[in-house]
């Protein structure tokens, strides 16, 4: 299994197949060969490098140009790696699996736009957690379900079906333009 | 449901028909929208669960169905949900572009949730390309000027990420305010932000420029560290940038020098060393800023020997910022002592256990080793221990920097090294090794015994990835050292002797040296004892093995022809060897055996002087004058068959002296010889002896070659008369051939010398061409012994242009000899496609006589040509016409055009 963070790819359909193509490069080295992989095409030449670690079932590969340190950026996963173990708690990979939206938010702290953004773990996860306190404040998406089931009951059904056959459309526009 | 069922139950009848109806319709409705959507983790369970990916797509498909349907009835209350489980399936990699507008539906919402998951899907789902970039603008902008500083945070990260040119200028504005803000973590990521902007809109830049200096009086690693990438980056993309930062670098200095001289700090502590990542950015900036700035540089020295010198080097992020600072020291003017400190950190990187520190020591080295070489030289056998390393990427790196390496004080053991390296080697390094090896033997050799053997070494370590350059240039070597010849024939043949025939290069130069210095194995100057049998049972095999390429049976079966001069019991058995061929599958080597045949019956008299040993090639090695030196062994056009001259170039060749010498003539295309300066290299004997002191010099370099041509031109020019005829051997019978070798006029020996000079300059060879062509030089464009410079005939007659068509055009230049008029047609395929079958017919008025000699060849390779010689005879002077008829094939299709040629120059029968 292994967990992808790709950046300054643009190309939506080619992403996949780099994903692809990168997961059977990286997963078929053996661990006494170094970490870099240097660009083929797919990713853009030779001016970019891939440069992974590897945590026991999973693979973190960074994708980089050469702007970067190889040897800094091998420390940056280090960082994320032992954030994402603060932020869930031993962190394993179904963490991963089933709360890809909060690893991405994670990512977001330490990484922005493919710029390294804040190497400081303490000052990540302190913002990460007071965010999801502001979600939770708003009974965020766990407690979701609570207020359908309210929302269900109140919902006058034949006046349902018609909202379906005649959506509100000033509405709907208004939603869009906003 | 029960509820609504019994109130309809006191309706009455008419509102229950409808009621009926509308009833319907709700269980349709119920059963394509189930009541509550799964949630994002129990989806992500089914998906989980599928066996096969056709299961999973079927999970996959349903759900996308779902949550289009609830997108479609604007379902505010499950978006949430919907989108981050849309989110999660683009992730697994299946289309979920329909989710774009729900994102920024998400992303107008008041509520913190929704815009966290809208603006990662717009960051996830959204492009430059797309058009709800209009519509996000407004959502960010409004959220950039928000009171929630993680809400201001969010749309910050999200312009980062996908900010197309109008967005940055759209919201330039709001993120150079937000570069102001008093809020650390805005604040770093406005940098970031901005940084992407420029990129975008270079001309924005100007605009960040005073709040981004104030970005280094920062206490905030963050925002120091984003600054900073802010400011390379500008230096990099503007020059007036690069010039206005120069004044940062104290502060930079200054940053640097808190970050090493402070203790710990647990908050930047990573390792035992302060925030490394910090560190390795200004060192970065620190070289754009010092790089050809010899200030700048000075001012940095000091605290670049400081990092170099404090900085811990047991763990990797210690080791980032060695890398780093030596990278800066190589890079900015700064002092040797300084240099040579770095380079010994990369010294030391080598011997370290882990491979990327290796790696990057490597790359790195790779890039100084010009600059610092003596200084790299100190960690030779460390570099030459990388070679066995066991990453394929280490290995590369250090054979590259091994290469670079070698000078003539180290050839012989870096050489040794290296051998053993490309023996064992991966075969996409063999190729480029084996060429390196000898470009390096060639360069540093000690002596020349030493350099054959280094080349024999390299063509067997590298088995078949030989490239064809370095078999050529072991052949040359061995060619042009008289002394060493009897040596290497001898070591040729104990490797002939026990091959495996599976590795053609090294068959190749065995057999092609053992076919010119076969007497000297057999006379025992070769330290071997060989019987004559077992040349010929070796020979036996290897033309016969199935393993043999055609190319190396062609050597073989040359290099046989050529033992036949040199053995003395085996000859009977080298013909039937070489008449077997008469018959082979492939045409090549059926050509030659039947030729070759020939040499044994009907002109068993010219079989010894044909097969003399080929004139040594000299002069440059190893570079394009190798395809001129092989024009000089393609000889005459004595034959002029289209496939076979290039195999009988080096027959000819003696054999044209040889009958210059047996009709023992020539004083006077002797003296020509020597007006020429030895144009020919010391060949055939009376020739030669004229001629031996003059070696080819001027053969070695092309251009003054070609001012010795326009001299033999000139005396052309001066001597037009009896050239004509001998020009015009168009036959491959060998009665014609001996005809006019007989023939003793001097323009025999300088049509010779002008078609070799034309051979040349089309160089080509094919099969067995390289044979007496050690030239890596493969074109296959039909040869051209004939082509005669039109300026030859230039003097006399103007030449025409007889026809341009079709992707064909036929020159025409004339010769006048009393009342023939020779015409040298010069064919020239001008289109992209291969045209054979190339036939040009031609008739004349009744009171001329026309006589078409056989055309060079049929075909032409796109933009090749062939030449056909026609001759007129026009006793009564009439006006000069003709009518042609031309036809040939190209494209799979026939060509076929007629025509006259009636502008001839009447200088043809005035």
Redesign the interface.
């Given at each position: 299994m292994a967990s992808h963070t790709l950046h300054q790819l643009?190309?939506?359909e080619m992403?996949?197949q780099i994903?692809k193509e990168t997961f059977q490069l990286v997963s078929k080295r053996?661990d006494?060969?170094?970490?870099?992989l240097?660009g083929g095409s797919l990713i853009g030449g030779a001016d970019y490098k891939l440069i992974y670690r590897h945590y026991a079932t999973l693979y973190f590969v960074f994708c980089v140009d050469s702007?970067e340190?190889?040897?800094?950026i091998?420390?940056?996963i280090q960082?994320f790696v032992e954030t994402l173990d603060k932020c869930f708690e031993n962190v394993c990979e179904l963490d991963l699996?089933?709360h890809?939206?909060k690893v991405?938010?994670i990512l977001?702290e330490l990484v922005?736009?493919?710029?390294?953004?804040?190497?400081?773990m303490?000052?990540i996860i302190t913002?990460i957690d007071?965010?999801n306190k502001?979600?939770k404040q708003?009974a965020?998406?766990a407690a979701?379900?609570a207020?359908?089931?309210s929302?269900?009951k109140n919902m006058n059904?034949?006046q349902?079906?018609k909202?379906?056959k005649l959506?509100?459309l000033p509405?709907?526009i208004k939603?869009?333009?906003? | 449901m029960n509820k609504?069922r019994d109130s309809l139950g006191t309706m009455s009848s008419i509102k229950q028909v409808i009621?009926d109806a509308?009833e319907k319709?709700?269980e349709v409705?119920e059963k394509v929208r189930q009541?509550?959507p799964i949630?994002?983790?129990d989806l992500?369970r089914q998906i989980?669960s599928a066996k096969t990916a056709a299961e999973e797509r079927a999970v996959v498909n349903r759900e996308c169905a779902y949550i289009r349907l609830t997108f479609?009835?604007?379902d505010?209350?499950?978006r949430?949900?919907n989108v981050?489980k849309l989110?999660?399936i683009h992730?697994l990699?299946y289309p979920a572009?329909f989710g774009q507008?729900e994102c920024?539906?998400l992303i107008?919402s008041p509520?913190?949730?929704d815009k966290?998951?809208g603006y990662?899907g717009a960051?996830?789902l959204l492009?430059?390309r797309q058009d709800v970039h209009l519509?996000i603008t407004?959502?960010l902008k409004n959220d950039l000027n928000s009171s929630?500083q993680?809400v201001q945070?969010l749309a910050?990260?999200t312009l980062?990420?996908i900010?197309s040119p109008e967005m940055s200028r759209d919201l330039a504005g709001e993120v150079e305010r937000l570069l102001k803000s008093s809020n650390a973590?805005i604040r770093?990521?406005a940098a970031?932000?901005a940084?992407?902007i420029i990129l975008k809109v270079p001309e924005l830049m100007e605009m960040f420029l005073p709040a981004t200096r104030s970005l280094l009086s920062e206490k905030n690693?963050?925002v120091l560290?984003?600054g900073v990438?802010l400011i390379?980056e500008m230096c990099l993309q503007s020059p007036d940038m690069l010039a206005h930062f120069k004044k940062i670098v104290p502060n930079l200095v200054r940053i640097l020098k808190n970050l090493i001289m402070a203790g710990y700090s647990p908050?930047?502590d990573?390792q035992g060393v302060s925030?490394?990542?910090?560190q390795?950015?200004i060192l970065?900036l620190l070289r754009i800023l010092g790089c050809g700035d010899s200030d700048a540089s000075e001012t940095m020295n000091d605290i670049l020997a400081q990092v170099a010198t404090n900085t811990e080097s047991s763990k990797?992020?210690g080791?980032?910022i060695l890398?780093?600072t030596v990278l800066s020291i190589m890079d900015i003017k700064s002092e040797s002592g300084l240099r040579v400190l770095a380079i010994n950190i990369l010294g030391r990187f080598l011997l370290n256990a882990d491979?990327?520190?290796?790696?990057?020591a490597l790359n790195t080295l790779l890039r100084v080793v010009h600059a610092d070489n003596s200084a790299v030289q100190r960690h030779r056998s460390t570099i030459l221990e990388c070679l066995k390393d066991?990453?394929?990427?280490?290995r590369k790196r250090a054979m590259e920097l091994c290469f670079a390496l070698i000078n003539g004080n180290n050839i012989r053991t870096m050489m040794k090294e290296l051998l053993t390296f490309l023996e064992n080697a991966e075969p996409e390094f063999k190729a480029t090794c084996s060429s390196k090896c000898v470009l390096a033997a060639e360069k540093y050799s000690p002596n020349v015994r030493w350099h054959i053997d280094t080349l024999l070494k390299v063509v067997e370590a590298a088995g078949n990835h030989v490239p064809d350059d370095v078999v050529s240039s072991t052949i040359q070597l061995i060619s042009e050292t008289r002394a060493e010849q009897a040596y290497a024939v001898g070591e040729l043949w104990r490797h002939l002797s026990v091959a495996q025939l599976e590795f053609q290069p090294m068959i190749q130069v065995s057999t092609w040296c053992i076919g010119e210095f076969g007497d000297l194995l057999l006379n025992g100057q070769a330290d071997v004892t060989v019987e004559e049998t077992q040349i010929i049972e070796i020979y036996q095999k290897i033309l016969w093995a199935s393993q043999c390429s055609i190319t190396t049976k062609e050597y073989a079966l040359t290099s046989l022809m050529k033992l036949s001069a040199r053995l003395n019991q085996e000859v009977g058995s080298i013909q039937q060897v070489v008449s077997a061929f008469g018959s082979h599958l492939n045409i090549e080597l059926q050509q030659r055996g039947i030729e070759y045949s020939q040499l044994f019956t009907r002109h068993n008299h010219m079989r010894g002087p044909l097969l003399e040993r080929m004139p040594p090639f000299e002069g440059v090695r190893g570079n394009g004058t190798e395809g001129e030196k092989g024009g000089i062994a393609i000889t005459n056009g004595l034959d002029n068959s289209p496939d076979n001259q290039s195999l009988l170039n080096d027959l000819s060749s003696p054999n044209n002296n040889n009958n210059i010498n047996s009709t023992h003539e020539n004083n006077e295309s002797n003296a020509l010889l020597l007006l020429l300066g030895g144009i020919e290299p010391g060949e055939g004997d009376t020739v030669q002896a004229v001629t031996s002191p003059a070696t080819s010099t001027i053969n070695a370099t092309p251009a003054p070659r070609s001012t010795v041509n326009a001299d033999i031109l000139d005396l052309l020019g001066l001597e037009p008369g009896p050239t004509a005829p001998s020009n015009t051997t168009t036959s491959t019978s060998p009665a014609q051939l001996s005809h006019t070798n007989n023939s003793s006029s001097p323009a025999l020996l300088l049509d010779g010398l002008l078609n070799n000079t034309s051979s040349t300059t089309t160089t080509t060879t094919a099969g067995i061409a390289s044979l007496s062509t050690p030239t890596a030089n493969s074109t296959t464009l039909p040869t051209n012994n004939f082509i005669i410079p039109q300026s030859l005939s230039q003097p006399s007659v103007p030449g025409i242009v007889a026809y341009d068509k079709n992707g064909m055009k036929l020159d025409m230049t004339f010769e006048i000899q009393d009342s023939v008029t020779t015409i040298n047609m010069l064919a020239t395929n001008t289109s992209l496609a291969q045209v054979t079958d190339f036939l040009f017919q031609a008739a004349v008025p009744k009171s001329l006589q026309l006589q078409m000699m056989t055309p060079s060849s049929t075909s032409m390779a796109p933009s090749a040509t062939l030449t056909q010689v026609i001759k007129v005879n026009n006793p009564s002077k009439v006006p000069l016409r003709m009518r042609m008829r031309l036809s040939w094939q190209a494209n799979g299709s026939v060509v076929q055009d007629q025509g006259e040629i009636s502008h001839f120059p009447p200088a043809l029968w005035q």
């Amino acid at each position: 299994m292994a967990s992808h963070t790709l950046h300054q790819l643009q190309n939506e359909e080619m992403q996949q197949q780099i994903i692809k193509e990168t997961f059977q490069l990286v997963s078929k080295r053996d661990d006494n060969v170094c970490n870099f992989l240097e660009g083929g095409s797919l990713i853009g030449g030779a001016d970019y490098k891939l440069i992974y670690r590897h945590y026991a079932t999973l693979y973190f590969v960074f994708c980089v140009d050469s702007s970067e340190s190889e040897l800094g950026i091998l420390d940056l996963i280090q960082v994320f790696v032992e954030t994402l173990d603060k932020c869930f708690e031993n962190v394993c990979e179904l963490d991963l699996i089933f709360h890809v939206d909060k690893v991405h938010y994670i990512l977001n702290e330490l990484v922005m736009g493919g710029m390294v953004l804040e190497t400081n773990m303490t000052e990540i996860i302190t913002r990460i957690d007071d965010q999801n306190k502001l979600e939770k404040q708003e009974a965020g998406l766990a407690a979701a379900p609570a207020r359908a089931v309210s929302a269900v009951k109140n919902m006058n059904l034949p006046q349902q079906i018609k909202d379906i056959k005649l959506p509100d459309l000033p509405a709907a526009i208004k939603d869009l333009k906003f | 449901m029960n509820k609504a069922r019994d109130s309809l139950g006191t309706m009455s009848s008419i509102k229950q028909v409808i009621n009926d109806a509308v009833e319907k319709g709700k269980e349709v409705y119920e059963k394509v929208r189930q009541p509550n959507p799964i949630r994002l983790r129990d989806l992500i369970r089914q998906i989980r669960s599928a066996k096969t990916a056709a299961e999973e797509r079927a999970v996959v498909n349903r759900e996308c169905a779902y949550i289009r349907l609830t997108f479609r009835e604007e379902d505010s209350v499950w978006r949430c949900r919907n989108v981050a489980k849309l989110l999660y399936i683009h992730m697994l990699g299946y289309p979920a572009h329909f989710g774009q507008m729900e994102c920024l539906k998400l992303i107008a919402s008041p509520r913190f949730t929704d815009k966290r998951i809208g603006y990662l899907g717009a960051m996830l789902l959204l492009d430059e390309r797309q058009d709800v970039h209009l519509l996000i603008t407004n959502s960010l902008k409004n959220d950039l000027n928000s009171s929630t500083q993680f809400v201001q945070g969010l749309a910050l990260c999200t312009l980062g990420a996908i900010a197309s040119p109008e967005m940055s200028r759209d919201l330039a504005g709001e993120v150079e305010r937000l570069l102001k803000s008093s809020n650390a973590y805005i604040r770093k990521k406005a940098a970031v932000c901005a940084l992407r902007i420029i990129l975008k809109v270079p001309e924005l830049m100007e605009m960040f420029l005073p709040a981004t200096r104030s970005l280094l009086s920062e206490k905030n690693h963050g925002v120091l560290i984003t600054g900073v990438t802010l400011i390379t980056e500008m230096c990099l993309q503007s020059p007036d940038m690069l010039a206005h930062f120069k004044k940062i670098v104290p502060n930079l200095v200054r940053i640097l020098k808190n970050l090493i001289m402070a203790g710990y700090s647990p908050e930047h502590d990573v390792q035992g060393v302060s925030d490394p990542f910090l560190q390795v950015k200004i060192l970065k900036l620190l070289r754009i800023l010092g790089c050809g700035d010899s200030d700048a540089s000075e001012t940095m020295n000091d605290i670049l020997a400081q990092v170099a010198t404090n900085t811990e080097s047991s763990k990797n992020v210690g080791n980032a910022i060695l890398y780093e600072t030596v990278l800066s020291i190589m890079d900015i003017k700064s002092e040797s002592g300084l240099r040579v400190l770095a380079i010994n950190i990369l010294g030391r990187f080598l011997l370290n256990a882990d491979k990327n520190i290796r790696y990057v020591a490597l790359n790195t080295l790779l890039r100084v080793v010009h600059a610092d070489n003596s200084a790299v030289q100190r960690h030779r056998s460390t570099i030459l221990e990388c070679l066995k390393d066991a990453d394929i990427s280490i290995r590369k790196r250090a054979m590259e920097l091994c290469f670079a390496l070698i000078n003539g004080n180290n050839i012989r053991t870096m050489m040794k090294e290296l051998l053993t390296f490309l023996e064992n080697a991966e075969p996409e390094f063999k190729a480029t090794c084996s060429s390196k090896c000898v470009l390096a033997a060639e360069k540093y050799s000690p002596n020349v015994r030493w350099h054959i053997d280094t080349l024999l070494k390299v063509v067997e370590a590298a088995g078949n990835h030989v490239p064809d350059d370095v078999v050529s240039s072991t052949i040359q070597l061995i060619s042009e050292t008289r002394a060493e010849q009897a040596y290497a024939v001898g070591e040729l043949w104990r490797h002939l002797s026990v091959a495996q025939l599976e590795f053609q290069p090294m068959i190749q130069v065995s057999t092609w040296c053992i076919g010119e210095f076969g007497d000297l194995l057999l006379n025992g100057q070769a330290d071997v004892t060989v019987e004559e049998t077992q040349i010929i049972e070796i020979y036996q095999k290897i033309l016969w093995a199935s393993q043999c390429s055609i190319t190396t049976k062609e050597y073989a079966l040359t290099s046989l022809m050529k033992l036949s001069a040199r053995l003395n019991q085996e000859v009977g058995s080298i013909q039937q060897v070489v008449s077997a061929f008469g018959s082979h599958l492939n045409i090549e080597l059926q050509q030659r055996g039947i030729e070759y045949s020939q040499l044994f019956t009907r002109h068993n008299h010219m079989r010894g002087p044909l097969l003399e040993r080929m004139p040594p090639f000299e002069g440059v090695r190893g570079n394009g004058t190798e395809g001129e030196k092989g024009g000089i062994a393609i000889t005459n056009g004595l034959d002029n068959s289209p496939d076979n001259q290039s195999l009988l170039n080096d027959l000819s060749s003696p054999n044209n002296n040889n009958n210059i010498n047996s009709t023992h003539e020539n004083n006077e295309s002797n003296a020509l010889l020597l007006l020429l300066g030895g144009i020919e290299p010391g060949e055939g004997d009376t020739v030669q002896a004229v001629t031996s002191p003059a070696t080819s010099t001027i053969n070695a370099t092309p251009a003054p070659r070609s001012t010795v041509n326009a001299d033999i031109l000139d005396l052309l020019g001066l001597e037009p008369g009896p050239t004509a005829p001998s020009n015009t051997t168009t036959s491959t019978s060998p009665a014609q051939l001996s005809h006019t070798n007989n023939s003793s006029s001097p323009a025999l020996l300088l049509d010779g010398l002008l078609n070799n000079t034309s051979s040349t300059t089309t160089t080509t060879t094919a099969g067995i061409a390289s044979l007496s062509t050690p030239t890596a030089n493969s074109t296959t464009l039909p040869t051209n012994n004939f082509i005669i410079p039109q300026s030859l005939s230039q003097p006399s007659v103007p030449g025409i242009v007889a026809y341009d068509k079709n992707g064909m055009k036929l020159d025409m230049t004339f010769e006048i000899q009393d009342s023939v008029t020779t015409i040298n047609m010069l064919a020239t395929n001008t289109s992209l496609a291969q045209v054979t079958d190339f036939l040009f017919q031609a008739a004349v008025p009744k009171s001329l006589q026309l006589q078409m000699m056989t055309p060079s060849s049929t075909s032409m390779a796109p933009s090749a040509t062939l030449t056909q010689v026609i001759k007129v005879n026009n006793p009564s002077k009439v006006p000069l016409r003709m009518r042609m008829r031309l036809s040939w094939q190209a494209n799979g299709s026939v060509v076929q055009d007629q025509g006259e040629i009636s502008h001839f120059p009447p200088a043809l029968w005035q």
